[in-house]
């Protein structure tokens, strides 16, 4: 189990029948993410930084952990805003698409076996790649979920297929091409953050 003070806690699973489960978590008061991004649109620089301190804080632990775990589908939306707003605290949710390490050599990396499945905005080009040997992953798509994750908050927009379907940022390759991070002049960011 995973016991970590931003991560919500699994009280309990059990099976309904041959292809189903269910899961019993912790209740957490509050909005996502995602919900207050779309009311707020973009969110102080000082708070965004908090919320993504604590994100870091958990995919610390999960990295850490042995064998490591990989959320893989980190996003404004599976971030829940403990107290609705963005200066408290946050905890993770969704760990659906989670990648147990087990099979890494010393935890480096892993080969992909749900390729297609996440959020396509927030995950890392090399998920995108096609081929007959599935690419490795590790640790480090959860870093460039985080990344996409502050610029949001920081701009008010994804950074790569903003005004994009996940159909089209496939069809297009648009995270296979995301080479360059284009910063806006406002609002105005410390270069820290940038």
């Known amino acids: 189990t ?3 003070p931003r991560i919500v806690r699994l009280f309990d699973l059990f ?9 019993v978590l912790e209740y ?3 909005n996502d993410l995602d919900f207050y991004l779309k009311q707020n649109k973009q969110i102080p620089e000082k708070e965004a930084r908090s919320i993504i301190m604590q994100v870091v804080s958990a ?10 775990i990989i959320h893989y589908d980190l996003k404004p939306a599976n971030i829940l805003l403990q107290s609705g707003t963005t200066s408290g605290a946050i905890k993770i949710t969704d760990f659906g ?3 147990i ?18 959020t396509y905005w927030y995950l890392p080009p090399e998920t995108f790649v ?9 640790s480090k798509v959860d870093v460039w979920s985080v990344g996409v994750i502050f610029y949001q908050c920081l701009y008010g927009r994804r ?8 159909q089209k940022i496939l069809e297009e390759n648009t995270i296979l091409k995301a080479t360059e991070v284009t910063f806006p002049p406002k609002p105005v960011v410390s270069s820290a953050a940038q």
Request: aromatic fraction near 4%; glycine fraction near 10%; charge should be negative.
């Open 2 to 4: 995973l016991d970590h």
């Open 15 to 23: 099976t309904i029948d041959n292809h189903s489960f269910c899961t």
């Open 28 to 30: 957490c008061d509050g």
């Open 59 to 68: 995919l610390r632990y999960l990295s850490e952990k042995r064998p490591p």
């Open 97 to 99: 698409l989670s990648k």
């Open 101 to 118: 390490m087990e099979d890494a050599d010393d935890g480096d990396s892993i080969e992909l076996t749900s390729q297609g499945a996440g």
């Open 130 to 138: 096609v081929g007959h040997n599935p690419p490795k992953i590790s």
């Open 159 to 166: 950074p790569f297929g903003h005004e994009q379907t996940q």
